[in-house]
């Protein structure tokens, strides 16, 4: 004990700077990190804020089990859930063929400049990418009203009040806007492939295809499982930001998840806000999520030596 | 790359067939990416009556810029614009001091409690309060409604953190830091005079992603701020193009008529207006932003 403690002392007479470098990020993360993490006791309680957290009634899991036998929990859940796994199972695929495709052509300047292309709309924001996806598909305004009227001779109906549609909205626009940049990953895994594969598969008469399939595609294998797995850990925590702005009242049926309901409950002006209910459902996604990312990186070390941590 | 230098060697037809259905694919991509962008710049200079008979298809019709000059005539424009300018400076500005000065000594192997501390830091990527006791945070810290709210909630990005510790760590030898320790140099005066002109790559990699995330973020606004004299120019644009009001002071009775079509052109105007600094950044930024994804997959 004691031997520790003068051990601490010499370090810290030695490193007092470095320490002193850290004291500002050390305050930030303790504030705008931790105590929020305290507040969950909110979700404990039946927390009122006149009283405080203090004196609020506590009631145990009360607002958990609430949510989990309410109507709105298969629906928020699922939304989240089918959401997430129609994402994943476009958004993933995608960026891989476009790097094996990319890699492959032989003009430098082509491929320059379609990923300089491609790469774009990734930095437009949420709310600009929304706002161009209803001018564009606007039944009347939008280009697909337009040409829809000028081929039929009718106007099209708004695509924006079916719920089936806003799945296909929110997966496509992000298609759309982040295949490109989700490409660079791969396409620098693929950049180191040792050239003497396939020299030598040339040699042997391969086709580029089948350099493609047996060359390529195996050399990026490992890259393709840490980010399938690192996905599939994150299935739970879908962002609020392009949901809410997709989100109206016509298709809240398939647009409603975790962390719109949340603010929905806890502090949209339009409900009566109940602060411990929103904070049990929105703690109650964040214990599922962690524990995916516990296991599924547990997984990823696994197969591989990189893992999250 | 290694293929261009084999490109006299003849191609077999499968390999032909192959490149053909390649170069369509990859073509065809570009152009989907790009012609809503086109769509929407043409479609701003064009007259609201051209587009509505469906003559602009790709190149402008009737050239106009009405819609800009509507914009700006526009006062939340331009107090949107003067609040995103002023979070955008301030707050990358602050984001890099603090990134710098936390993922600095954390590169330190014989740093004492190292390992905790970046478990600290490492857990809330996984885990955080949420929504709800963060407002109410912000709410007893009495931050809502100023300035700060935007700024210092976000001061510190883990993941940015992490990037950066990365690149010192494999790209500043650690024998300078021996060396300049021989000569009777403190960790303070290493980090300033050899550390951080060392580290200009990593600085410009992780400004750019700090400046980008603050001109699109408006999350934050939309939770935190209700007066509209500091709302950032994207809460602005979520009312006009969401939530398609447009303010009575742009219904001047004299355009009155033409306002249903000025009220068109003027979203695609203003979408080309929040987005074109970003825009006109990218080309040059895009090596960094490339660097940056790279660095960041090294761990994680």
């Known amino acids: ?309 | 790359m290694q293929a261009m230098k084999k490109s006299k060697l003849k191609l077999s037809r499968e390999d032909k067939i192959y490149y053909a259905v390649c170069y369509t694919i990859i073509i065809l991509l570009s152009l989907i990416v790009l012609y809503p962008m086109i769509y929407v710049v043409s479609a701003s200079v064009s007259s609201g009556t051209a587009l509505m008979a469906g003559e602009v298809w790709l190149f402008p019709k009737d050239i106009t810029f009405l819609g800009y000059k509507t914009i700006l005539q526009y006062k939340n424009v331009w107090i949107g614009y003067r609040n995103t300018i002023f979070y955008t400076v301030i707050g990358t500005f602050i984001n890099v001091v603090m990134t710098l000065l936390c993922a600095y000594p954390l590169t330190r192997n014989n740093l004492m409690g190292r390992k905790q501390i970046m478990m600290l830091f490492t857990f809330t990527m996984l885990f955080s309060g949420g929504m709800i006791p963060n407002y109410i945070l912000m709410k007893k810290l009495h931050l809502l409604n100023t300035v700060w709210v935007m700024i210092i909630p976000g001061a510190l990005s883990v993941y940015n953190m992490i990037v950066t510790k990365t690149f010192i760590q494999s790209s500043i030898p650690e024998e300078l830091l021996e060396a300049s320790k021989i000569d009777g140099c403190d960790d303070i005066r290493y980090f300033f005079t050899i550390l951080l002109p060392l580290s200009k790559a990593v600085i410009a990699v992780i400004s750019l992603w700090y400046a980008v995330g603050h001109w699109n973020a408006y999350f934050n606004a939309f939770l935190y701020l209700t007066d509209k004299e500091l709302y950032p120019l994207q809460i602005f644009l979520k009312e006009i193009l969401i939530q398609s009001k447009v303010n009575s002071e742009l219904m001047d009775p004299e355009v009155a008529l033409a306002m249903q079509n000025l009220q068109l052109i003027l979203k695609y105007g203003m979408i080309v207006i929040s987005t074109l600094p970003i825009f006109c950044l990218y080309p040059f930024a895009q090596k960094y932003f490339v660097k940056g994804v790279m660095i960041g997959s090294v761990k994680g």
């Open chain 1, 1 to 309: 004990m004691k031997k520790t403690n003068k051990k601490w002392k010499r370090n810290l007479k030695r490193d007092w700077q470095l320490y002193l470098f850290l004291v500002l990020p050390l305050l930030y993360i303790v504030i705008f990190a931790y105590l929020p993490m305290g507040g969950l006791v909110m979700a404990f309680q039946d927390y009122k804020p006149r009283l405080g957290f203090l004196k609020s009634e506590w009631v145990g899991f009360d607002n958990f089990i609430k949510f989990i036998q309410s109507y709105n929990f298969k629906n928020v859940v699922g939304n989240t859930l089918i959401l997430s796994l129609y994402s994943i199972v476009v958004t993933f695929p995608l960026p891989i063929i476009f790097a094996l495709m990319i890699n492959s052509i032989r003009n430098g300047k082509l491929a320059k400049i379609t990923q300089t292309i491609v790469n774009l709309p990734h930095f437009i924001s949420v709310t600009v990418l929304v706002g161009i996806i209803f001018q564009l598909f606007n039944a009347r305004t939008g280009i697909y009203g337009i040409a829809y009227e000028a081929i039929t001779g009718e106007y099209p109906k708004d695509l924006f009040a079916s719920a089936a549609n806003f799945r296909h909205f929110y997966v496509w626009s992000a298609v759309w806007q982040n295949f490109g940049w989700d490409s660079i990953i791969y396409t620098a895994a693929l950049s180191s492939v040792d050239t003497s594969y396939h020299e030598a598969a040339q040699i042997d008469g391969a086709t580029r295809l089948q350099r493609v399939r047996h060359i390529d595609f195996p050399c990026i294998i490992p890259t393709v499982i840490i980010n399938l797995i690192l996905r599939m850990g994150s299935i739970m925590s879908i962002g609020f930001e392009k949901v809410f702005l997709l989100q109206n009242s016509l298709n809240l049926k398939t647009s409603e998840i975790v962390s719109t309901y949340v603010y929905q409950v806890g502090l949209s002006a339009s409900g009566t806000s109940d602060f411990s209910y929103a904070t049990a459902i929105g703690c109650f996604n964040s214990v599922v999520n962690l524990i995916l990312i516990c296991s599924v990186n547990k997984i990823a070390s696994k197969y591989s030596e990189t893992s999250l941590w």
